[in-house]
C-alpha cells in the first residue's frame, strides 16, 4: 500500500472514530432526559475514556502522530475527513458539548430519584 492509501485510511478510521464518539457525546443529554441513566453512564464513560487517551498524547489523537508519517500537510484536518474550522475547534466545541451533557444528565438523574 502507498503512503497516500495509508494515508486515506487512517483519516477514514479516524473520522469514524470522530463519528462514534461525536454521537456519543450528541446522544448523552437525549439518554439521560429520556431516563434512560445506565445508557448515559455508558455513553459518558466512553467519552471519558477518549479524554483519558488524548490527555496521556498530550490532547491528540494517536491517529494524528500515525497520519503524520505519511504527509508534510499539518492543517488541522490533514489526518481526517471534517472541515477545516470544524477540525480546528473540535476539542472546544464538543468538550463543551459533553460537560453541558453530563451537567445536564446529573440534573435528569437527580430528577428521577438518582436511581439506576
Given at each position: 500500500m502507498n503512503a497516500d492509501a495509508r494515508l486515506r485510511a487512517i483519516k477514514l478510521?479516524?473520522?469514524?472514530?470522530w463519528v462514534f464518539f461525536a454521537g456519543c457525546v450528541l446522544a448523552l443529554p437525549f439518554a439521560a432526559w429520556l431516563g434512560a441513566?445506565?445508557?448515559?453512564?455508558?455513553?459518558?464513560?466512553?467519552?471519558?475514556?477518549?479524554v483519558l487517551v488524548?490527555?496521556?498524547?498530550?490532547?491528540?489523537?494517536?491517529l494524528t502522530?500515525?497520519?503524520?508519517?505519511?504527509?508534510?500537510d499539518r492543517r488541522a484536518n490533514f489526518d481526517i475527513y471534517l472541515?477545516?474550522?470544524?477540525?480546528?475547534?473540535?476539542q472546544r466545541i464538543f468538550g463543551s458539548l459533553y460537560f453541558a451533557g453530563l451537567a445536564f444528565a446529573l440534573l435528569?438523574?437527580?430528577r428521577d430519584g438518582g436511581g439506576f
Amino acid at each position: 500500500m502507498n503512503a497516500d492509501a495509508r494515508l486515506r485510511a487512517i483519516k477514514l478510521a479516524h473520522t469514524l472514530v470522530w463519528v462514534f464518539f461525536a454521537g456519543c457525546v450528541l446522544a448523552l443529554p437525549f439518554a439521560a432526559w429520556l431516563g434512560a441513566h445506565r445508557l448515559a453512564a455508558l455513553l459518558a464513560g466512553a467519552v471519558a475514556l477518549e479524554v483519558l487517551v488524548l490527555v496521556f498524547n498530550r490532547l491528540s489523537c494517536p491517529l494524528t502522530a500515525l497520519a503524520a508519517r505519511y504527509t508534510e500537510d499539518r492543517r488541522a484536518n490533514f489526518d481526517i475527513y471534517l472541515p477545516l474550522w470544524l477540525a480546528r475547534n473540535n476539542q472546544r466545541i464538543f468538550g463543551s458539548l459533553y460537560f453541558a451533557g453530563l451537567a445536564f444528565a446529573l440534573l435528569c438523574w437527580l430528577r428521577d430519584g438518582g436511581g439506576f
